[in-house]
């Protein structure tokens, strides 16, 4: 049996387990302060009375426009203590999306962070009948019958118990990313979320002597769950990032143990290192070599020689724990999920010191179907099915999951309901995989997003795009094939490192446009696109690319809250561009020799 049936059992158990232990650390004038379980739980306790004040009662719906704070979990666990269902959005979205949002889940209240947001959403609200209170957070907030201030119903008196809600009820909705169409209300309730925290506490090595700093957004399943719910109830704490910009002097100065992130991250915390090590004389970077390879060693169980572990030890000291001081110097454990990491990525975190457990799941999984975990690891799969969850792989080869962490559907959308949930339980994942001789899954591609080429050979771009990503002249790619002779990609550039470079080769233009069309530069990303597709097939390669310096991100709407791209929106935008790879006049190029070969082999 599950160790925690509802949200409920667990902010009970948190508050009297842990009372005195730091649970929130914020920073504010240039200092760190924080909030315990127990300031917390009579802080949500006051707001839980505060929504009842407002005819707030169980079976309404409560949105919430806000990136992680205090406030956010308040109001969630408020919510679930009213038998209120939670709809968290993203500060980052478009008031268009908000609207569909909170017309789509019947919202009864919004909280917003800012009197900003407030402005920004007047537009809707009047027209959406069922919302009857707005709730903000600013400090300046001017409140009136309809306005409220978020502050002033936290410290309502009035007692108001939580209710004791059964394991099927609506914990709250989850809205996916929408990378097509609009978002859809995936439905999640108090047992889809309760067991999967369950069986965090039955896989991973953590305790109330742990600490993350937090920077994955909360409205995003991976973040709620896993670290939101999942160190609350076990008396662990959470620092929250000031921004992403801020992660590594965040990072260093509250010395978290944990890190729970999407590969994104990880790639650029990896890019970092491997330039600081770059400019270490010739014997460091040997060393370094060394010793990566001795951590595969390692890893394989392969026996490591006396003078490997010797190397291993030294660079440990000058090298890798300097690198972990970066991080704070108490990092154990990094978290990855949301994408499929790099192996090279994972191997390089893991191979410092900081091991790397690596998770896969679906926001309708609640998120974690699988894992990978202490003597259950193997880098470069997503690990095995956590208990009371299992998986299977369809004729296809797409990846079913079947437990009790299962959404209970998509909010007014029977239709899609009937594609993806099976007559026996299962939920159809839309990725596809495969399942080794000892049980770890590996996940090979999405199906919505292989394309065939003119050839007939099927492509999937993402992992190919993750390489691409690795190079430290690559924002971010989109490769694009969809029946046409070859792959082509779309590279967003890193303009500040290509300018870096062209202070040592010869190029210098302080228009980006300009400096992109250079031929040296141009020369220099064929280098790395080869560089980082080697890996993969000949027809699955790069043909040819375009260079833009604008990177995707939400405020342009070509990156989701999650971090996913828009492959759709990026099209548009770039089309003629993209086009214009495969039109242009000019010679056919000489057949690719990988390519040729394998083809001379079929």
């Known amino acids: 049996m599950a160790k925690f049936q509802t949200l409920v059992d667990i902010y009970h158990d948190a508050l009297k387990t842990y009372p005195d232990n730091p649970l929130f650390g914020t920073k504010s004038g240039g200092q760190w302060s924080w909030m315990t379980y127990l300031e917390f739980g009579r802080t949500t306790d006051g707001f839980r009375a505060g929504l009842a004040s407002l005819g707030l009662e169980r079976g309404d719906r409560v949105a919430i426009i806000a990136n992680n704070r205090p406030e956010w979990a308040v109001a969630a666990y408020a919510c679930f203590g009213l038998g209120v269902a939670f709809v968290p959005m993203y500060e980052a979205q478009l008031p268009k999306d908000w609207e569909f949002i909170v017309k789509d889940c019947d919202a009864k209240a919004l909280i917003v962070a800012t009197d900003a947001i407030v402005e920004k959403t007047k537009e809707f609200l009047d027209s959406i009948g069922s919302l ?13 019958d309809r306005v409220h201030s978020f502050k002033s119903l936290a410290a309502t008196k009035a007692k108001v118990g939580t209710i004791t809600p059964d394991p099927k009820d609506t914990a709250g909705f989850i809205y996916t990313s929408g990378t097509t169409g609009n978002p859809k209300g995936v439905i999640l309730s108090h047992g889809n979320i ?17 600490r993350s700093l937090s920077f994955l957004p909360w409205a995003h399943s991976f973040g709620q769950t896993v670290e939101l719910h999942g160190l609350f109830s076990m008396g662990a704490s959470l620092a929250i990032a000031e921004s992403v910009e801020k992660i590594l002097d965040n990072l260093a100065e509250t010395k978290p143990t944990l890190l729970f992130s999407v590969p994104r991250i990880f790639n650029k915390l990896y890019a970092a290192v491997q330039k600081q090590i770059s400019t270490k004389p010739g014997v460091i970077q040997s060393m370094v070599k060394t010793s ?15 003078g490997e572990g010797l190397v291993l030890a030294l660079t440990d000291k000058v090298v890798f724990a300097k690198v972990r001081a970066r991080f704070g110097g108490e990092l154990k454990y990094a978290f990855s999920g949301g994408a499929a990491i790099s192996t090279e990525v994972a191997e390089f975190i893991d191979s410092l010191g900081i091991t790397v457990y690596e998770g896969y799941g679906l926001t309708e999984t609640s998120p974690i179907a699988t894992a990978n975990w202490p003597n259950n690891r193997k880098i470069g799969s997503v690990g095995k099915p956590i208990p009371g969850v299992s998986v299977k792989i369809s004729d296809d080869g797409e990846i079913v999951v079947y437990g009790p962490n299962v959404m209970q559907g998509y909010h007014n959308r029977k239709e899609e309901n009937d594609a993806v949930l099976l007559s026996d339980g299962g939920f159809k994942t839309g990725d596809m995989g495969r399942i080794d001789g000892d049980g770890f899954l590996f996940i090979t591609g999405r199906l919505k997003e292989q394309y065939k080429l003119e050839n007939g050979k099927y492509v999937v771009p993402t992992p190919l795009e993750e390489q691409i990503k690795l190079s430290p002249y690559v924002l971010n790619v989109m490769v694009h094939g969809d029946n046409k002779p070859y792959n082509v990609a779309l590279v967003v550039a890193n303009v500040a490192a290509v300018k870096e470079w062209g202070k040592d080769n010869g190029v210098s233009d302080s228009d980006a446009d300009k400096l992109l069309a250079n031929a040296k530069v141009r020369a220099l990303f064929k280098k790395e696109l080869d560089h980082y597709g080697e890996k993969f097939k000949g027809f699955e390669g790069v043909k040819d690319f ?7 991100t939400t ?9 996913k791209v828009k492959r759709r929106k990026v099209f548009e935008k770039y089309e003629s561009v993209i086009e214009a790879l495969y039109t242009k006049k000019r010679e056919k190029a000489p057949e690719d020799k990988k390519q040729k070969a394998e083809a001379n082999a079929e």
Not at 555 to 563: E, I, R, V
């Open 194 to 210: 309760a067991t999967n925290v369950s069986a965090i506490h039955d896989c991973f090595p953590m305790s109330s002597m742990d």
């Open 292 to 306: 990566l390879a001795t951590r595969g060693k390692q890893r394989n169980g392969e026996e490591v020689s006396f």
């Open 546 to 552: 375009a260079l833009v310096s604008e990177d995707f």
């Open 555 to 563: 405020d342009n709407g070509l990156l989701t809250p999650s971090l």
């Open 132 to 144: 009857k209170h707005i709730i903000s957070m600013d400090p300046a907030t001017k409140t009136s």
